[in-house]
């Protein structure tokens, strides 16, 4: 028989394989009365204490994509949270030591009544369910069911004025409890930033949840920008600070390789990436780019408008 240090264990091995794929839940979630079925596969027991159902009823959306959401585990075990390593299982290796409570989201700048807001009374807005398609500048992509509120909730709190013309997210910074941040890989804290139209889209949302259930750490508890047009990078994670600009944010990535990531991110089959051909995706868990890529992710319809005129070339 062989026997393990505790610390050679990693979680995956303490459920035996075949439980650990053949464990289903069938979650209700409150109000909404939504089953799922293929997704709900928990890694083990304890995720389920450790993610509890969100309080309150959580409204469907008529901005959700009827396409097949991929697992729970898919979702929180492929991750770029750069702050806890930069290989797709590091953050949820790590992203416990994140600590996320007490949390405050400081609201500043070009808006009328800056507040500091607690997480219980953002936990209060009516939450509703949005199935998003995410799509990474890496080239692949996901279908999350997230559970959230429109940015535009959260900004009538404070009431941006006429001068407020970008926003400015700025994720956590906690360097003893976040290992990636040991190495210089951007400057930290992580920050992002969409014009002003952008993020008063309805399509951008503010989650606080993933499939009915809290948000798990790697995913950015326990608040994170999701805008679904836009490359991945442009949904910072772990939001405490947000600033209405006048001027235009400088953001972690563009400071980092300017030439590779600019402020607009949109997806854009079109125009590619030094690094990655943007033309096709790859849907995990498949393995191949087979899937051609859509414009603004597919949510043309929605979005499109707001770049009449703009050279997308340019403004990559
Ligand atoms: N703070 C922070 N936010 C971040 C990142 C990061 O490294 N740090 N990575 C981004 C990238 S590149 C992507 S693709 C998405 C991934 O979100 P997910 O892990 O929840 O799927 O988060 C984005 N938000
Ligand atoms: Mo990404």
Redesign the pocket.
């Known amino acids: 028989m062989l026997i393990k240090r505790p610390a050679d264990i990693r979680p995956s091995e303490i459920t035996p394989e075949t439980v650990y794929r053949e464990r289903r839940h069938f979650m209700r979630m409150a109000g909404a009365g939504v089953l799922y079925a293929a997704g709900m596969r928990f890694a083990a027991a304890g995720a389920e204490q450790a993610y509890p159902p969100l309080e309150g009823p959580i409204a469907k959306s008529a901005y959700s994509t009827t396409e097949e959401p991929n697992s729970w585990d898919a ?1 929180t075990q ?6 806890f390593g930069s290989g797709k299982r590091d ?1 949820s290796r790590h992203a416990h030591r994140l600590q996320v409570r007490p949390w405050t989201v400081v609201i500043e700048g070009e808006v009328a009544r800056p507040r500091t807001i607690g997480i219980e009374e953002l936990l209060k807005l009516p939450l509703e369910e949005r199935i998003y398609r ?1 799509r ?3 080239a692949w992509s ?1 279908v ?1 069911p997230w559970v959230g509120f429109e940015f535009n909730k959260l900004a009538a709190l404070v009431e941006p004025t006429s001068k407020a013309k970008f926003v400015e997210f700025t ?1 956590v910074y906690q360097p003893e409890n976040m290992p990636g941040t040991r190495l210089p890989v ?1 400057e930290w ?2 920050v ?1 930033g969409l014009r002003i139209d952008e993020a008063m889209h309805p399509l951008t949302i503010m989650a606080v949840g993933l499939y009915g259930r809290v948000l798990p750490n ?3 508890a326990p608040l ?1 920008l999701v805008v679904p047009w836009k ?8 939001i405490v600070r947000i600033r209405f600009t006048e001027q235009q944010p400088r953001t972690a990535w563009e400071k980092a390789a300017p030439h590779e990531y600019g402020f607009y991110a949109n997806v854009n089959p079109a125009v590619n990436h030094p690094r990655w051909s943007q033309k096709r995706e790859k849907r995990l868990p498949a393995f191949f780019a087979s899937r051609e890529t859509q414009p603004f992710n597919g949510y043309a319809e929605q979005v499109a408008h707001l770049y009449a005129g703009m050279d997308l070339r340019k403004y990559y």
Do not use: D, H, W
Request: proline letters at 6%; charged letters at 20%.
């Open positions: 979702i492929y991750n770029n949270y750069y702050e953050p995410l990474c500048v890496e996901m999350i994720t951007l804290p992580y992002e790697q995913n950015g994170r490359y991945g990078f442009k949904s910072a994670k772990s």
